[in-house]
């Protein structure tokens, strides 16, 4: 069944209390642009499972198996280790299954690095499939980022990854 680009936010929030249920001593968030409220036709479900790191090892089959049960959404799911989240080693903003926005710390270093490294996957799966206009979206998103956190004068703020957040912020920095 090929998965199909267009999905309703109920359709994101059973998935996203499917995950939680089974995720006991975890968080699972939703994130990207469903919670930014900037999906398209083509954008998938983002959701981050933040758990300490034995925990994800046991985690990841049972959390795969419901996604492939949802096999109809565009859903994926990153496995964060707690440490990690806590120090801003991967940039995580996302909403609890109680619509508590959670955040990881935002580290610049990290942010530029992992911007970086995205951007330029994204422009070579564009360079291999140019027919696909979202991977070029992507690749000029993630630079966009890399850009605005090497030169923000100002802390970023905790949504600033969102499409509006990026504008604002390189508008600011005259970008």
Do not use: T
Request: with cysteine.
């Amino acid at each position: 069944m090929p998965k199909r680009s267009i999905y309703s936010r109920e359709e994101a929030r059973r998935l996203h209390q499917a995950l939680a249920a089974k995720a006991r001593g975890a968080k699972i968030l939703l994130g990207g642009s469903v919670l930014y409220g900037e999906a398209e036709a083509g954008s998938d479900i983002d959701f981050y499972c933040i758990a300490p790191v034995f925990l994800l090892y046991f985690l990841r089959p049972q959390l795969v198996k419901i996604l492939y049960e949802y096999k109809g959404l565009p859903a994926k799911i990153v496995l964060v280790p707690r440490l990690g989240f806590r120090f801003g080693w991967w940039y995580i903003y996302g909403e609890d299954i109680d619509g508590n926005i959670l955040y990881s710390p935002l580290n610049k270093k990290f942010i530029i690095r992992n911007s970086v490294k995205l951007a330029l996957y994204y422009f070579i799966q564009y360079l291999e499939a140019p027919g696909v206009p979202h991977l070029w979206q992507k690749a000029a998103k993630h630079y966009a980022a890399a850009v605005l956190a090497l030169h923000s004068p100002r802390p970023l703020e905790p949504a600033f990854f969102s499409r509006l957040g990026l504008q604002r912020g390189l508008e600011a920095i005259g970008r």
